[in-house]
């Protein structure tokens, strides 16, 4: 917990079980880190601070938390099934999760979850929803099996255009026959090597928030398209049309609107691939050096949908001049890469680190929110830290 305060808690023996250090403002939920920012309780969403987005890798109780319903009850996932179902299926099929261990081959593979509306915050005018800020991202290692290997073992009709998925989380209306959420996406991103079927998170049993004890992981796509919970998927012979697939959920104007625009239905798009990001994982935003101390090591991460990061590049003045950072390779296709850079303050003062990545079709993050949309998804624009030289 130490590390979460950025100081050990040197009498930390004395604290009594279940009192929450000050500096957290509430209790954690369960399973998860008490820095994660608790956005609603009812359901659970929580993000995850900057500075906890460090590791490479990262760690499942790290991992942020997007709900739109009920947490299920009482799982069992000996006796959990997977059915593979919808018009346009040759032959529908129900797999127990041990029989999808055995019977198909397993992959592993770091994969970027972000939700369609990670930035919402920034929006003007705001837009109604969960006000994430930066931290509705994370990239774990994700183990299960490639959604097409099952695809291919119930046998798809010509006509199979999308899939859908749905999971055993309850209606907060507490109502059974409400579904929570049912997304999915076209066949060619269900086919994907990297798209899987997960029952793993860094080499651990899903954590019950995330999908717990099985879930859809499609990297670089909007989260809400990785169905956690996970009991069924169809195969349909057109646009998936369950709950939060239609209307606005998860869509944008297809032609750029101005800001507070009442844009009309049929003039939405569904979101595919997410835009070019990055994050400063470190310094923490509010970073104070010395005047003597004139150089500063930063890093993070930086991801771009069905993309590669190209290039990354951080400005200390807001924008007038930018500095190359040093650039991994992603581990994997759909896997966050990491960037770092030293810069130098010349004199006392308040500082901004800027960073912003380019993505393998040259496009860059925008310095200002981009595109105001209905529902506020898609803020993309440059991560900001504050730093003081004294
Ligand atoms: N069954 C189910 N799947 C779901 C959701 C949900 O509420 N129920 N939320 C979706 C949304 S909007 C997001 S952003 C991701 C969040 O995944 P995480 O909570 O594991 O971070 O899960 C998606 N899958
Ligand atoms: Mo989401």
Redesign the pocket.
């Known amino acids: 917990m130490g590390i979460a305060i950025g100081a050990p808690i040197v009498f930390g023996h004395n604290l009594p079980k279940g009192v929450w250090p000050v500096v957290f403002s509430e209790e954690p939920i369960p399973g998860k880190h008490p820095g994660l920012s608790i956005l609603n309780d009812k ?1 659970w969403n929580a993000e995850t601070p900057a500075h906890l987005l460090d590791e490479k890798v990262t760690p499942a109780d790290k ?7 009920k947490v299920p009850e009482d799982i069992d996932k000996n006796s959990w099934t997977l059915e593979i179902g919808g018009e346009s299926v040759k032959n529908v099929k129900t797999y127990t999760l041990n029989e999808l261990k055995q019977k198909f081959k397993h992959y592993s593979y770091q994969l970027t ?1 972000e ?3 990670n930035g919402r915050s920034e929006f003007n005018p705001p837009a109604k929803g969960n006000q994430w800020t930066t931290g ?1 991202v ?1 990239c774990p290692k994700w183990t299960g099996i490639r959604l097409k290997d099952v695809l291919t073992d119930v046998g798809l009709k010509s006509d199979a255009v999308y899939i859908g ?1 749905y ?3 309850v209606h907060l209306s507490g109502d059974p026959s409400k579904v ?2 049912s997304r999915g996406v076209p066949i060619s991103k269900a086919m994907e090597d990297e798209a899987l079927i997960a029952w793993a998170l860094n080499d651990e049993d899903l954590p019950l ?3 717990y004890p099985l ?1 859809l992981i499609f990297g670089g796509w ?9 009991s069924k998927i169809v195969v349909r012979n057109k646009v998936h049309d369950g709950p939060k697939m239609t209307g606005f959920s998860y869509k944008v104007p297809c032609e750029t609107v101005a800001p507070g625009t009442d844009v009309l239905e049929e003039d939405m798009c569904i979101i595919e691939s997410m835009p070019v990001k990055s994050i400063i994982t470190y310094p923490k935003s509010g970073a104070v050096l010395s005047e003597g101390q004139t150089s500063l090591s930063l890093r993070g991460h930086a991801w771009a949908g069905d993309l590669e990061v190209s290039e990354m590049h951080v400005s200390i003045d807001f924008g007038a001049s930018w500095v190359k950072c040093a650039l991994s390779k992603p581990v994997n296709r759909l896997a966050w890469q990491h960037w770092n850079a030293e810069v130098s303050f010349p004199k006392k003062g308040y500082y901004e680190v800027w960073a912003k990545a380019t993505d393998s079709n040259g496009k860059m993050q925008p310095m200002v929110v981009p595109g105001w949309n209905p529902r506020g998804y898609l803020n993309n624009a440059c991560h900001r830290i504050a730093v003081k030289v004294i």
């Open positions: 359901p991992l942020f938390v997007r709900n739109n319903g979850l939700c369609g509306g509705a994370g998925y999971g055993k989380d929570v959420i928030m995330n999908g879930r909007p989260a809400s398209t990785s169905g956690k919970w996970l």
